[in-house]
C-alpha cells in the first residue's frame, strides 16, 4: 500500500508551481507599479508633495 503512496505522490509533483507564482508576483506588481505612476504623476498628489517639500525646507530653513 505504501508503495502505491510514494508513486501517487511522485505523480503529483509541484515543480512547475514556483514558475506560475513568479508569473502571477511579476503580474501583481506590475499592474501597481503602473496605478503608484499613475497616482503621483497627478496634479493633486504633486501639488501636495510640493507643499510638503516646502514646508520641511521652510522649517529647516533652507
Given at each position: 500500500?505504501?508503495?502505491?503512496?510514494?508513486?501517487?505522490?511522485?505523480?503529483?509533483?509541484?515543480?512547475?508551481?514556483?514558475?506560475?507564482?513568479?508569473?502571477?508576483?511579476?503580474?501583481?506588481?506590475?499592474?501597481f507599479g503602473g496605478v503608484l505612476?499613475?497616482?503621483?504623476?497627478?496634479?493633486?498628489?504633486?501639488?501636495?508633495?510640493?507643499?510638503?517639500?516646502?514646508?520641511?525646507f521652510g522649517v529647516i530653513g533652507?
Amino acid at each position: 500500500m505504501s508503495k502505491i503512496i510514494n508513486r501517487f505522490g511522485r505523480l503529483r509533483s509541484e515543480r512547475g508551481m514556483t514558475t506560475a507564482e513568479y508569473a502571477v508576483g511579476t503580474v501583481a506588481a506590475c499592474g501597481f507599479g503602473g496605478v503608484l505612476y499613475k497616482l503621483l504623476t497627478s496634479e493633486p498628489i504633486q501639488d501636495l508633495l510640493s507643499n510638503v517639500i516646502d514646508k520641511a525646507f521652510g522649517v529647516i530653513g533652507g
